[in-house]
């Protein structure tokens, strides 16, 4: 999905889109050579879901100190374990932060199901296969 923050200008919504279902060749294209370059690949397996959870948690590197991290998941071990508890799936933890984009991209390219907290790393859905889904969670406040 694509959507224009009030107050936004997107060259992707410049036009008026009639047709939700017609594809946007512009990002195809993109999403195309990014799988291309990065060697992105798909998990063709119906059988096998692969869900990423994309964790958040405090972190420091050498020029970034985030130790504190908005938006996280209070039960998110719970929230794991009851992932990890459904047949026929695979659940991948990963933590972007700790991560380099090439691996941030593979994780990405390889999830049926991507599940996280509402933040930019839930941006990489767009190197998810064309039927893979995205669970945006929120917070109560």
Known sequence: AIWNPPGYSNILL???WKDCQKPMRMMEAFVADV???YQGAHNEDPEKISILYISRKPY???HVNHDFV???VDNEDEVIKALKEIKNVTVIVADFAKMSLTEQIAK???ADVMIGMHGAA???SLWMPSWGSLVEMGSRH
């Open 122 to 124: 839930l941006s990489h």
């Open 108 to 110: 990405s390219a390889s």
């Open 35 to 37: 799988d291309d370059a």
């Open 14 to 16: 410049g036009k008026k």
């Open 60 to 62: 420091r590197l050498e």
């Open 70 to 72: 908005g938006r996280q």
